[in-house]
Nanobody, 115 residues
């Protein structure tokens, strides 16, 4: 069973940056598009960035131009570089497959953007 472990969150001031990492316990990126999901307080989990098996990426409008998703297939790791952070980016961030069946959700990593 694949396990996903997210890390890299923290408290950051508006305008700051963070880099999130998600390590998978198996070689899943060659078979699955992967994405980063955000669950803001009292809201449903939302997909904010995704990357295809071939490496193409896309984003929801609210993070486009500020977030960059990438992956290292050899390291079974997907990253999310977050720049120019805003308070509305606050939430718990998870990685998982995009489309089709999801893997078991990890514990996520909490991002808090506040002055």
């Amino acid at each position: 069973q694949v396990q996903l472990v997210e890390s890299g969150g923290g408290l950051v001031q508006p305008g700051g940056s963070l880099r999130l990492s998600c390590v998978a316990s198996g070689s899943i990126f060659s078979r699955n598009a992967m994405g980063w999901y955000r669950q803001a307080p009292e809201l449903e989990r939302q997909l904010v960035a995704w990357i295809t098996r071939s490496g193409s990426s896309d984003y929801v409008n609210s993070v486009k131009g500020r977030f960059t998703i990438s992956k290292d297939d050899a390291r079974n790791t997907v990253y999310l570089q977050m720049n120019s952070l805003k308070p509305e980016d606050t939430g718990v961030y998870y990685c998982n497959a995009v489309g089709g069946e999801k893997f078991s959700w990890g514990q996520g990593t909490r991002v808090t953007v506040s002055s």
